[in-house]
């Protein structure tokens, strides 16, 4: 229409607000699951809920920033990634180990539960946000290298979740609350290659979403805190693992991701001056 100019995603506007208000209400939706199912007898009909809410929301704040094609593209990409290396990991061994799935996870789509699928997804973007804090625009394999690593950390909590929980076991059992050090060497390797896919559609410049960087803390928090206090029996090695490995991203990622929005704003005694003149007529300044 003449005269009208659409809002481009990532650059302000009703529509990118919309949006980073569903993707916070995702990740409040999340957080709220994921501390009842810290409490109920039964967390598994959860588990889906909390990573699809996860998912929802980091789509939409990849979509406030990049717009809707990006974030639908990297969503996409990082969830194919992740069944793949689940459904040859899970008939051949490679790259994790042996393991399987249990049929208590559902829906399944060729023996991988869906709900794996938007975990490798929501935890991949979250994490590829939290290397684009760190790692400045440019240097894409330091950028794949520091994404796979914080995404492979939280697997020091899923991992063990996952097997207290009885969603699917270890053929050999492992040295790691009964998880295998290969498990970690291929989340790694599976990490790297989501990271390497994701980037170039993402394309995050100097300033990633700190909606995304936040869900990333929000989760070390959450699982640092079930392991330690709320889940039945406690297992206080996972909870200090877990929070350690993910606390080394997490904390420069969150400061970082402040200190360029501080940079970014005017200063407060520039906005009042702004605000100050904005309250006389022109002829009187």
């Known amino acids: 229409m003449r005269g009208r100019r ?5 650059r302000g506007g009703p529509g990118v607000d919309g949006l980073v208000v569903a993707g916070a209400g995702c990740l409040a939706g999340m957080v709220a699951a994921q501390v009842a199912s810290g409490v109920v007898s039964d967390p598994v009909p959860l588990t889906g809920p909390v990573v699809g ?3 929802a ?7 406030s920033r990049r717009g809707f094609g990006r974030a639908a593209g990297a969503v996409g990409a990082a969830a194919a990634v992740g069944y793949a290396a ?17 049929p208590v996870l559902r829906p399944q789509l060729g023996g991988v ?3 794996v699928l938007g975990a490798w997804a929501g935890m991949g973007l979250a994490s590829h946000a939290v290397a684009a804090a ?30 207290r929980q009885g969603l699917w076991t ?27 896919v994701v980037e170039p559609i993402v394309e995050w410049g100097p300033d990633p979403s700190g909606w995304l960087v936040g869900a990333y803390g929000v989760m070390a928090g959450m699982e640092t805190l079930a392991f330690a ?24 990622a969150a400061v970082l991701a402040i200190r360029r929005r501080q940079a970014a704003s005017p200063r407060p005694a520039r906005r009042r001056a702004r605000r100050r003149a904005s309250r006389w007529p022109a002829w009187r300044r």
């Open 86 to 102: 689940e459904s040859v990991g899970m008939r051949t061994g490679v790259p994790f180990g042996r393991y399987a799935y249990t």
């Open 229 to 252: 206090a709320v889940f039945d029996p406690p297992d206080r090695l996972v909870a200090v693992t877990g929070g350690a490995a993910m606390g080394v991203f997490a904390v420069p």
């Open 6 to 10: 659409a809002v481009e995603p990532g």
């Open 57 to 63: 929301g980091t789509a939409c704040f990849v979509a």
């Open 53 to 55: 809410l996860l998912a």
């Open 134 to 163: 760190i790692v400045p625009a440019g240097r894409r394999a330091a950028r794949v290298a520091v994404g796979a690593a914080a995404l492979t950390a939280w697997d020091l909590f899923l991992d063990p979740q996952m097997v």
């Open 170 to 196: 270890w053929a050999d059992g492992g040295m790691y609350r009964g998880v295998p050090v290969s498990n970690f060497a291929g989340w790694l390797g599976v990490s790297a290659l989501l990271m390497a």
């Open 113 to 115: 539960p869906v709900a």
